[in-house]
């Protein structure tokens, strides 16, 4: 019954984009009274992508075993929460709610722009949406069919995998990824339309920023989720370890960030536009690049789904998208560019173009670390892992160039600035920063590189607060809108990350602890007391859990064992969070017959830091995607268009 | 196609002629991209299964030969306490990259008094004698390491590419082969979990 009404929902939503995805071709070259039927087509997917999850979602809650997917991650005795959640906690299930994803932005985009349905740029915009539906439904039909049943249905399952049951965020951080990942396909089909028409006016990507900006949004939520999650869980006390999935989901958020920025060019001097849209297709290919490392297998990772069938498809696609978009820009590439040219290094254009310099660096840098291994296989038939060093080595120069950009940037006029007017302005950010410096130092902080991630960061801190100030000064509440001080309230949060990166990288230490039951051990200033350890047998989970004191507070940190699958030795971690350091404890192994324990004691700074800055980057992203002042669409229709443009395409200095 | 999309405003250029570009770099980048598809392509991918060996849960083959310190292991003589067999080479860079995690991992076992687990390298290549000599006295470690001149050990486990861990229980039994780098957390928490399981 499920497996009938999932399969049922996958074959409409795969036949409904197919033709839609025709249907909307007609309409844009001969036809355009096709454009109503083409929303029809687009329902169909919403429709039939609902069906299979809703499907899944009830094979998933009345324990269908029948279903393999079932099956293989659900359980009886996982709670409701998890059971829900269990669609994304495998191969099948989470390419089920990427193709619903994917059809609520489909929906949505035909929705928003139905109004202009009948330009070709939409209908083609419309054609590669559903062209990527086609492509995800067909692998739901093929090699990752969630739907399979088994022929002897087994009494119960073993639940996901252990670590992802075990915390709440489980439920939140892959669907807001994702709702992340899969919004930049509309960016992307706007950026394929406006080279198919060969019109890459600004008003196109204006409309696009926005969606580019929420599509970014979610992925950066969900990237410091997942690095919440990682810290919180996983029991190693690591937020960041430059794995290979974390590299997949670090990738397009790079080239997307670049591309946020560089847009405000294209608007306001009509500059950059290619590289714009060449920006647009490369973070849509690397979502699909790292979802092809992250389930082919071909690369080791703590994240990796590790299922075969399915890398060849991504690898294909990965391809075409590629082919496409390079195809197409070379087609049109030059006839595209921008008529004019950038006057001045030393203006907010040149220090956008700056920023994405850095930027394309820094994915360049992460790829290369991430697919170097492989080329290095290949070529020489030898075994190589590219670890921590690599990357940090190789970003850290990067981090504090972006740092400086981020300082300067916001104070630059667009097209010219005087060394004058730049040294008035940066006046006090710069005195911010020398009073972070010294005040760093006196609280302790040592090493070259952290001190001046800490003065760059105020300095920085001090460029974004004084644009804050300024639009707050003259607009009272309504100066937080908007792109430009919702941006530096972007800016505050990557700020506070990356002083919490830096302290916690620099300072972080940690030792073992080899405790009987009763004795103390200091570290770091901290007393650690064991008390000692029982057992306890929860509903699904056997813990082996452990009574530390740190500085007179209990802790538990724990030993688990799942029952369901019979995975043991999975640390359970106890962490109190705070804003200055976080003492992290884990009991390493059970005790042994003198009833000692290991007790592993990890003490990081400024590590909650990173979650602040991430609610802080929220924030921001809500607050400037709100408009600052009402202004006219960019793609309304106007019969003047000339005078009307002028002011904002001829941009006097701010 | 509509004429009365404003925005789109026409491009006109009047300066210098320009040279066309893009098919070139466009070009570049499909060179680039091609290359990087046929090694993904082709990529054998890594064993992410750790557990792939058809000697897991049967007898461990017989490990034996001279250490460097000139004494002679012999695995069955260790029945009765776990061990850890990390084969290895000092030319292999993964192979030292994981030096200080064994060094790590060893050092928390030598505090325990009782269940100590029992740390053995094997070197593939036997020329590598005197580099292994060195490499330990420079990076520490103080473990028995096994250097046999046949290497009769690497064809019975079947290791073609170090590193390789492997962990015998106190039965001599294959427990766990881990393919690639480890560390002393991986290890810990994966011997604790297999002795919670006997």
């Given at each position: 019954m499920n497996a009938a009404l999932g399969l049922a929902g996958v074959t409409l939503a795969f036949g409904a984009s197919v033709l839609g995805g025709i249907n909307y071709v007609v309409a844009a070259r001969r036809r355009p009274a096709l454009v109503r039927a083409g929303r029809v087509y687009v329902w169909l997917v919403l429709a039939g992508s609902a069906l299979s999850v809703g499907a899944m979602e009830r094979a998933l809650i009345t324990r269908d075993f029948s279903l393999a997917y079932v099956a293989e991650v659900?359980?009886?005795?996982?709670?409701a929460l998890f059971n829900v959640a269990a669609l994304w906690s495998s191969l099948e299930g989470s390419i089920l709610l990427w193709g619903l994803i994917l059809a609520v932005y489909t929906a949505l985009v035909a929705a928003r722009f139905r109004r202009r349905a009948d330009d070709a740029l939409v209908s083609w915009a419309m054609v590669v949406m559903l062209a990527v539906c086609a492509f995800f439904f067909l692998l739901m039909l093929g090699p990752a069919n969630p739907f399979r049943t088994l022929d002897?249905?087994?009494?119960d399952g073993p639940g996901p995998n252990p670590l992802l049951q075990n915390h709440l965020l489980m439920a939140f951080h892959p669907p807001i990824l994702y709702l992340g990942y899969v919004g930049f396909t509309v960016p992307f089909a706007f950026a394929i339309a406006a080279l198919v028409t060969g019109r890459v006016g600004e008003g196109w990507l204006v409309e696009t920023r926005r969606w580019t900006l929420f599509a970014w949004g979610f992925l950066t939520v969900g990237i410091i989720l997942g690095a919440w999650w990682a810290y919180e869980v996983t029991g190693w006390g690591g937020y960041w370890g430059w794995d290979p999935v974390e590299n997949a989901s670090l990738l397009p958020w790079l080239t997307g960030t670049a591309f946020i920025h560089s847009v405000m060019v294209q608007e306001r001097r009509g500059l950059l536009r290619v590289w714009n849209l060449s920006l647009l297709c490369a973070t849509f290919s690397l979502t699909i690049l790292g979802t092809f490392l992250t389930r082919s297998g071909v690369i080791n990772s703590v994240h990796a789904f590790a299922e075969g069938q399915i890398g060849p498809w991504f690898l294909s696609f990965f391809g075409v998208v590629v082919a496409v978009s390079l195809g197409l820009i070379a087609w049109r590439g030059d006839r595209l560019r921008a008529p004019g040219t950038m006057d001045s290094a030393v203006s907010r254009e040149g220090a956008f173009l700056a920023n994405n310099v850095l930027f394309a660096v820094f994915a360049f840098v992460v790829l290369l670390g991430t697919v170097f291994p492989l080329v290095v296989e290949a070529l020489r038939d030898e075994r190589l892992s590219v670890g921590r060093p690599f990357f940090d080595t190789m970003t850290m120069p990067l981090g504090l160039a972006m740092l400086t950009l981020m300082a300067i940037a916001p104070v630059l006029p667009w097209r010219k600035a005087s060394g004058e007017l730049l040294s008035q302005r940066l006046w006090w950010p710069a005195w911010i920063g020398a009073a972070t410096v010294v005040t760093a130092v006196v609280l302790g902080a040592t090493g070259w590189a952290p001190v001046a991630a800490f003065g760059l960061g105020g300095f920085a801190a001090g460029a974004a607060g004084r644009q804050l100030v300024l639009a707050t000064r003259r607009q009272g509440v309504r100066g937080l809108l908007g792109r430009t001080n919702g941006g530096m309230i972007v800016h505050l949060g990557v700020i506070v990350i990356a002083v919490a990166f830096a302290a916690a990288q620099a300072y972080e230490t940690s030792t073992e602890l080899e405790l009987r039951p009763g004795q103390s051990g200091t570290f770091d200033g901290h007393t650690v007391l064991y008390e000692g350890s029982e057992l306890v047998t929860l509903e699904q989970v056997t813990e082996l859990r452990a009574r530390v004191r740190v500085d007179g507070e209990l802790r538990e940190p724990a030993l688990q064992t799942f029952r369901a699958s019979g995975a043991s030795g999975i640390l359970k971690p106890s962490v109190k969070p705070t804003l200055t350091r976080n003492v992290y404890v884990t009991?390493?192994?059970?005790?042994g017959a003198d009833g000692a324990a290991v007790i592993k004691v990890l003490v990081t700074p400024l590590v909650s830091w990173l979650w602040v800055g991430g609610g802080i980057m929220a924030l921001g992203t809500v607050l400037a995607a709100f408009p600052g002042r009402r202004r006219r669409r960019p793609t309304d229709p106007t019969s003047s268009p000339v005078p009307d443009m002028a002011p904002s395409l001829e941009q006097v200095p701010s | 196609m509509s004429a009365d999309l404003a925005p789109d405003e026409p491009v006109v250029y009047d300066g210098p002629p320009r040279r066309r570009v893009a098919p070139w770099i466009s070009l570049a980048v499909a060179l680039v991209v091609a290359g990087l598809v046929v090694v993904l392509a082709t990529g054998k991918g890594e064993e992410v299964d750790a557990a792939a060996t058809p000697l897991l849960g049967r007898p461990a083959p017989v490990v034996e030969g001279p250490t460097l310190d000139g004494r002679t292991f012999r695995l069955a003589d260790r029945r009765g306490s776990w061990v850890v067999l990390n084969f290895f080479s000092p030319s292999c860079v993964p192979c030292v990259e994981e030096h200080p995690e064994l060094v790590a991992f060893a050092t928390s076992q030598a505090r325990l008094t009782t269940g100590r687990v029992e740390l053995v390298s094997l070197l593939s290549?036997?020329?590598?004698l005197d580099d292994t000599r060195r490499f330990f006295a420079d990076n520490g470690g103080s473990w028995p390491v096994v250097a046999e001149p046949t290497g009769k050990a690497f064809v019975d486990f079947g290791v073609a590419r170090v590193p390789e861990t492997w962990i015998i229980d106190p039965a001599g039994i294959v427990r766990q082969r881990i393919i690639s780098t480890v560390t002393a957390d991986v290890l810990l928490t994966l011997l604790n979990a297999l002795r919670s399981r006997t």
């Amino acid at each position: 019954m499920n497996a009938a009404l999932g399969l049922a929902g996958v074959t409409l939503a795969f036949g409904a984009s197919v033709l839609g995805g025709i249907n909307y071709v007609v309409a844009a070259r001969r036809r355009p009274a096709l454009v109503r039927a083409g929303r029809v087509y687009v329902w169909l997917v919403l429709a039939g992508s609902a069906l299979s999850v809703g499907a899944m979602e009830r094979a998933l809650i009345t324990r269908d075993f029948s279903l393999a997917y079932v099956a293989e991650v659900g359980s009886s005795r996982t709670p409701a929460l998890f059971n829900v959640a269990a669609l994304w906690s495998s191969l099948e299930g989470s390419i089920l709610l990427w193709g619903l994803i994917l059809a609520v932005y489909t929906a949505l985009v035909a929705a928003r722009f139905r109004r202009r349905a009948d330009d070709a740029l939409v209908s083609w915009a419309m054609v590669v949406m559903l062209a990527v539906c086609a492509f995800f439904f067909l692998l739901m039909l093929g090699p990752a069919n969630p739907f399979r049943t088994l022929d002897v249905v087994p009494a119960d399952g073993p639940g996901p995998n252990p670590l992802l049951q075990n915390h709440l965020l489980m439920a939140f951080h892959p669907p807001i990824l994702y709702l992340g990942y899969v919004g930049f396909t509309v960016p992307f089909a706007f950026a394929i339309a406006a080279l198919v028409t060969g019109r890459v006016g600004e008003g196109w990507l204006v409309e696009t920023r926005r969606w580019t900006l929420f599509a970014w949004g979610f992925l950066t939520v969900g990237i410091i989720l997942g690095a919440w999650w990682a810290y919180e869980v996983t029991g190693w006390g690591g937020y960041w370890g430059w794995d290979p999935v974390e590299n997949a989901s670090l990738l397009p958020w790079l080239t997307g960030t670049a591309f946020i920025h560089s847009v405000m060019v294209q608007e306001r001097r009509g500059l950059l536009r290619v590289w714009n849209l060449s920006l647009l297709c490369a973070t849509f290919s690397l979502t699909i690049l790292g979802t092809f490392l992250t389930r082919s297998g071909v690369i080791n990772s703590v994240h990796a789904f590790a299922e075969g069938q399915i890398g060849p498809w991504f690898l294909s696609f990965f391809g075409v998208v590629v082919a496409v978009s390079l195809g197409l820009i070379a087609w049109r590439g030059d006839r595209l560019r921008a008529p004019g040219t950038m006057d001045s290094a030393v203006s907010r254009e040149g220090a956008f173009l700056a920023n994405n310099v850095l930027f394309a660096v820094f994915a360049f840098v992460v790829l290369l670390g991430t697919v170097f291994p492989l080329v290095v296989e290949a070529l020489r038939d030898e075994r190589l892992s590219v670890g921590r060093p690599f990357f940090d080595t190789m970003t850290m120069p990067l981090g504090l160039a972006m740092l400086t950009l981020m300082a300067i940037a916001p104070v630059l006029p667009w097209r010219k600035a005087s060394g004058e007017l730049l040294s008035q302005r940066l006046w006090w950010p710069a005195w911010i920063g020398a009073a972070t410096v010294v005040t760093a130092v006196v609280l302790g902080a040592t090493g070259w590189a952290p001190v001046a991630a800490f003065g760059l960061g105020g300095f920085a801190a001090g460029a974004a607060g004084r644009q804050l100030v300024l639009a707050t000064r003259r607009q009272g509440v309504r100066g937080l809108l908007g792109r430009t001080n919702g941006g530096m309230i972007v800016h505050l949060g990557v700020i506070v990350i990356a002083v919490a990166f830096a302290a916690a990288q620099a300072y972080e230490t940690s030792t073992e602890l080899e405790l009987r039951p009763g004795q103390s051990g200091t570290f770091d200033g901290h007393t650690v007391l064991y008390e000692g350890s029982e057992l306890v047998t929860l509903e699904q989970v056997t813990e082996l859990r452990a009574r530390v004191r740190v500085d007179g507070e209990l802790r538990e940190p724990a030993l688990q064992t799942f029952r369901a699958s019979g995975a043991s030795g999975i640390l359970k971690p106890s962490v109190k969070p705070t804003l200055t350091r976080n003492v992290y404890v884990t009991i390493q192994q059970r005790p042994g017959a003198d009833g000692a324990a290991v007790i592993k004691v990890l003490v990081t700074p400024l590590v909650s830091w990173l979650w602040v800055g991430g609610g802080i980057m929220a924030l921001g992203t809500v607050l400037a995607a709100f408009p600052g002042r009402r202004r006219r669409r960019p793609t309304d229709p106007t019969s003047s268009p000339v005078p009307d443009m002028a002011p904002s395409l001829e941009q006097v200095p701010s | 196609m509509s004429a009365d999309l404003a925005p789109d405003e026409p491009v006109v250029y009047d300066g210098p002629p320009r040279r066309r570009v893009a098919p070139w770099i466009s070009l570049a980048v499909a060179l680039v991209v091609a290359g990087l598809v046929v090694v993904l392509a082709t990529g054998k991918g890594e064993e992410v299964d750790a557990a792939a060996t058809p000697l897991l849960g049967r007898p461990a083959p017989v490990v034996e030969g001279p250490t460097l310190d000139g004494r002679t292991f012999r695995l069955a003589d260790r029945r009765g306490s776990w061990v850890v067999l990390n084969f290895f080479s000092p030319s292999c860079v993964p192979c030292v990259e994981e030096h200080p995690e064994l060094v790590a991992f060893a050092t928390s076992q030598a505090r325990l008094t009782t269940g100590r687990v029992e740390l053995v390298s094997l070197l593939s290549n036997f020329q590598e004698l005197d580099d292994t000599r060195r490499f330990f006295a420079d990076n520490g470690g103080s473990w028995p390491v096994v250097a046999e001149p046949t290497g009769k050990a690497f064809v019975d486990f079947g290791v073609a590419r170090v590193p390789e861990t492997w962990i015998i229980d106190p039965a001599g039994i294959v427990r766990q082969r881990i393919i690639s780098t480890v560390t002393a957390d991986v290890l810990l928490t994966l011997l604790n979990a297999l002795r919670s399981r006997t």
